[in-house]
């Protein structure tokens, strides 16, 4: 009983010390707060973005694809269009030299007195 | 890990804080100070807050620990100990004050606000015993919680409470006997 009014005392006593905190200590500490926030690093940003959600693996492929196609694009060499087709000359016909051809003549007919 | 909302966390501590700062140390300059410097100390030392655990509690204990390390300075460079009663004659415990004095404080405290004559009070208490007064009767944390921040056994607390309220009870009423 001794402990319950003891108890119930303190409880009413600690009532009456309940005050508010002045605004100027909480904006005091606000302050300190962004004052003693730590800058974001250049990692820090990148690791963020790496662990983006869903979309950020969409945007990701799309910006890579478009790299690679860019690549691609400006290594292949420039070349001027055709503009008309050119007519092909003609090929060129000599006449073969007739003693050699002469010489190539035989008269064999296919007897077997030919082969003499 | 992720970042820390402190302007939440300031808005939602900062009565609690001030208020346990008050019952400590009993003066406004002195409580402002320290609870600035236990948010300091909590920002520099977030790293060391286990996220499963309430932030009060573990803000309360830096609060505490930065109050306790501040007054042992004290006594050390002046030579003098802060938990001697610090008004002889009227925070002397008046042994025959009659019982029947006692449900007249009781009602008086309920109904009316004395917080002068309790910071009178509780600056003759050990900061200890002001300490798990402020938490348990004032911030309303569990026994558990309290120990955990005293650093302290469940049943040690629990005799700590007690003996606490009961020092209360006594200065009041002496403080009552010589108003």
Not at chain 2, 26 to 33: H, I, R, V
Request: a negative charge; one cysteine or more; charged letters at 30%.
């Amino acid at each position: 009983m001794k402990e319950k009014d003891d108890a119930r005392l303190a409880k009413a006593a600690m009532k009456s010390l309940r005050v508010p905190a002045p605004e100027s200590l909480t904006a005091d500490l606000k302050r300190l707060a962004r004052n003693r926030k730590p800058a974001r690093s250049v990692w820090a940003g990148l690791r963020d973005a790496l662990e983006g959600g869903a979309w950020a693996y969409g945007a990701g492929a799309a910006f890579a694809a478009a790299a690679v196609a860019l690549i691609i694009m400006r290594s292949m060499p420039e070349r001027e269009p055709v503009k008309e087709f050119a007519e092909r000359p003609a090929l060129r016909l000599e006449a073969a030299p007739q003693q050699a051809l002469r010489d190539l003549w035989s008269d064999d007919e296919g007897e077997d007195n030919d082969e003499i | 890990m992720p970042e820390i909302d402190w302007d939440a966390l300031i808005d939602a501590n900062a009565n609690k804080a001030y208020c346990f700062a008050m019952g400590l140390c009993g003066n406004e300059d002195d409580a402002k100070e320290l609870v600035q410097e236990a948010f300091a100390k909590a920002m520099d030392r977030i790293g060391t807050h286990d996220p499963g655990l309430p932030f009060e509690a573990w803000f309360l204990t830096v609060l505490k620990h930065l109050y306790l390390d501040g007054t042992r300075k004290y006594e050390k460079r002046h030579g003098q100990s802060l938990e001697l009663p610090i008004d002889a004659a009227g925070l002397t415990v008046a042994e025959g004050v009659a019982d029947h004095r006692e449900q007249p404080l009781i009602d008086r405290l309920e109904r009316e606000e004395n917080s002068k004559l309790v910071r009178r009070a509780m600056r003759a208490l050990t900061p200890d015993a002001r300490a798990v007064l402020l938490m348990i009767d004032l911030e309303g944390l569990g026994y558990e919680e309290a120990a955990a921040v005293m650093g302290c056994p469940l049943n040690t607390l629990r005799s700590r409470i007690v003996r606490a309220r009961a020092a209360l009870k006594e200065r009041l009423l002496a403080l009552e006997v010589t108003s």
